[in-house]
């Protein structure tokens, strides 16, 4: 477990969030902030991560676990170190996509909701991520991979394997 | 081709640039309205264009500007929704994308006639890359002087930010929006107050859709009478339709309001037919919460008259045997689509969205799920059916916001155009056979 603290860097850009807001309306950026820390401390947010965001907007920790626990990006307990969300709402159903879902659940012996003994594979289902004209699709990290094959989603997990591609997104999209 | 007011330069090589962008004559509007100094004009030409909110309820724009409540020394701010949560609907998406400083552009125009010294447009927060894309937009705005202090010398002052969600459907809700930006849960707030008068930390707000600001863009360079000039009736302009499915050509598409939905399904223009030579079943015109009709319905209305892409023609008929135009997402259906199946779908996903504020919305999106999902898997009976009438009509209008509604309406709908489906899934259960299960596996660790 990394430490529950951010880099000087970091915290530059989180001040600069908070200055968006009206005095006293800096609650605003707890949404922002928790993404950042997401993608820092591997992926998700564990109750450290979560009182450690309290304390940097002078909030109570719970006011940070009503939130969080309301948005779906935010993962409550650990992942692996490649999120796989795949859409499975109204057209990416109507396009194939169960089979997708299916085929990635067999590759890596896991359902959705589940993590491989490795470590490194998650799957989730998600809703529609607005890609619906090139469904069926799968996002992980920011990157959507549209217009999904089975072949496409296999040469996607090796190219994951290989690299130790991470979905810690925000670390690099956000503050680069 | 039809008259395109928004997506005519789509095409121009580097229009997502501040460059290009400039060069086709961006920007133009907003060294018209700086220069012009009379923000109520604007709003009286948003009026007369007849422009209607683009997000799905098509709410008349200009009016709502002019609610806007104007307290001495109290600050007021546009906010823009950019949430796009609608299943169906990704148009908001590809205009960001393609050609975001007709957003921004949009939202100076826009924030300048309201009033407003700080904006803020509202991104979902699976759309990131596409918020890196307007904060490098914002960025050059910001550098060509089209942001911050004494814009252009104007004496005016604007910020603009992007702020971004964290997954979560009734965050498209304008209240829900309003609480997010606070920081806070997505819980819709109960109206009135309207966010024309309590909105963004209590003060006068305005909320629009992506497609809505955009559109102010045309109005302002060419008048309200030219915008009003194009489409039909109290559709005027022009509309960005994502179309899906089982479609040849799916995509995101310009129409001119009064295009008509035969044409757009089956012409090469837009759609280019059913995909696979299948034919028509069903379309969904106006992203998942809107009725669904079955072909003959969408093609022509009970009267028997074409059905126009318009938010008349579409709602011609009323529920009985019409829709919406909504936020434009239509999905196509082919032959081979499962009705009951594609319903549980969208209940699975209303269930999943409910924010539980409202017990009708919270426990009836779910009994919705559960009974769908029983009859789906040959389970079901005829009361079952009749059930899921009642459930339905026990959420609609019952409910804090109109999620609601929208969970009702796909449920309603389909019932009332496939019930011979559904009794079929009762009556002869072992003729489904395109019921999959997830596989099951162990000795995995729960995430
Ligand atoms: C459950 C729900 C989801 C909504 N999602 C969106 C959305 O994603 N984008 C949007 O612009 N409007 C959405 N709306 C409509 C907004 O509440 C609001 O009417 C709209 O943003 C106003 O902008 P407009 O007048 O420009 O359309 C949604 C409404 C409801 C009830
Ligand atoms: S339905 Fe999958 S992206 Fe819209």
New interface residues.
């Given amino acids: 477990m990394k430490n529950i603290e951010f880099s000087e860097e970091t915290l530059k850009t989180i001040r600069e969030i908070i200055n968006r807001y009206p005095e006293g309306k800096h609650k605003s950026a707890l949404i922002p902030i928790l993404h950042i820390a997401q993608s820092e401390f591997e992926g998700w947010l564990s109750p450290e991560a979560m009182s450690y965001v309290a304390e940097i907007l002078n909030i109570e920790p719970v006011e940070v676990f009503e939130v969080a626990s309301f948005y779906s990006m935010f993962n409550l307990k650990p992942v692996g170190k490649c999120v796989i969300e795949v859409c499975h709402t109204s057209s990416c159903w109507l396009m194939g996509a169960e089979d997708v879902i299916n085929h990635i659940g067999k590759r890596l012996g896991i359902k959705p909701g589940q993590t491989t003994s490795d470590g490194l594979f998650t799957l989730k289902t998600v809703e529609c991520l607005g890609s619906c004209g090139t469904a069926p699709m799968l996002m992980v990290g920011a990157d959507f991979y549209e217009n999904l094959t089975l072949e496409k989603v296999d040469t996607l997990i090796d190219a994951c394997k290989s690299s130790g591609k991470s979905s810690s997104y925000l670390v690099d999209k956000m503050l680069g | 081709m039809g008259k395109k007011l928004l997506l005519q330069n789509i095409d121009v090589p580097g229009i997502n640039t501040y460059e290009v962008y400039r060069k086709t004559g961006g920007y133009k509007s907003v060294e018209k309205v700086l220069e012009q100094k009379n923000p109520d004009a604007i709003v009286e030409e948003v009026k007369k264009s007849g422009l209607r909110g683009r997000g799905g309820a098509g709410f008349p724009t200009g009016m709502k500007w002019s609610f806007l409540a104007k307290p001495e020394g109290v ?1 007021r701010y546009l906010v823009c929704n950019a949430d ?7 148009k ?2 590809y205009l960001m994308e393609k050609i975001p400083h007709l957003l921004i552009e949009g939202m100076i125009t826009s924030s300048y006639a309201l009033g407003a010294n ?1 904006s803020f447009i509202y991104i ?6 596409v918020l ?1 894309i307007l904060e490098k937009a914002i960025k050059e705005a910001y550098e060509n002087g089209w942001l911050g202090k004494n814009i252009k010398g104007s004496g005016y002052n604007l ?1 603009l ?1 992007v ?7 009734i965050c498209g809700e304008e209240t829900a929006l309003l609480e ?7 819980n819709p707030r109960i109206k009135p107050p309207f966010p024309a008068v309590a909105g963004l ?1 209590g003060c006068p707000t305005v909320v629009n859709n992506v497609e809505t600001i955009a559109a102010v863009v045309p109005i302002v360079n060419d008048g309200g009478d030219a915008y009003a000039a194009v489409g039909v009736e109290r559709s005027t302009g022009t509309k960005l339709i ?5 479609i040849n050509k ?3 598409y310009e129409i001119e309001m009064g295009v008509p939905v035969e044409e757009f399904i089956y012409s090469d223009e837009y759609c280019g037919g059913i995909k696979n030579g299948k034919k028509l079943k069903a379309v ?1 015109a106006g992203g ?1 919460s809107v009725p669904i009709l079955p072909a003959d319905l969408i093609l022509k209305t009970a009267a028997g008259n074409p059905r126009l892409m318009t938010y008349e023609s579409l709602a011609d008929g009323g529920f009985a045997t019409g829709t919406m135009l909504g936020s434009g ?1 239509f ?1 196509v ?1 082919d032959e081979t ?1 499962s009705i009951v199946k ?1 319903l549980w ?2 209940s699975r ?1 209303y269930h ?2 409910s ?1 539980g504020q409202c017990s009708p919305c919270r426990e009836g999106t779910g009994w919705m799920e559960k009974i769908l999902h029983k009859i789906l898997h040959g389970h079901g009976t005829i009361k079952d059916i009749d059930l899921l009438w009642d459930i339905q009509s026990k959420i609609e209008g019952k409910t804090i916001c109109p999620l609601g509604d929208a969970a009702a309406w796909p449920v309603a709908s389909a019932i009332r155009h496939f019930r011979k489906e559904f009794e079929e899934y009762v009556n002869n259960p072992e003729s489904i056979q395109d019921v ?1 299960h ?4 162990h ?5």
């Fill in positions: 600050a796009e949560s609608e299943p169906g609907t990704f908001d998406r700080t979902r927060g699976e759309y990131f890359y890196r910020d930010y702020q971004v969600g964290a997954g979560a459907y997010s930006l606070e920081g806070k849960r997505g930390y994502s179309a899906s499915g089982h799916p995509g995101v969904v998942s997402g999905i259906m689509t594609n779908n969208f996903f999943h969205e924010c999959k997830y596989f099951n596996v000795n995995v660790a729960e995430a």
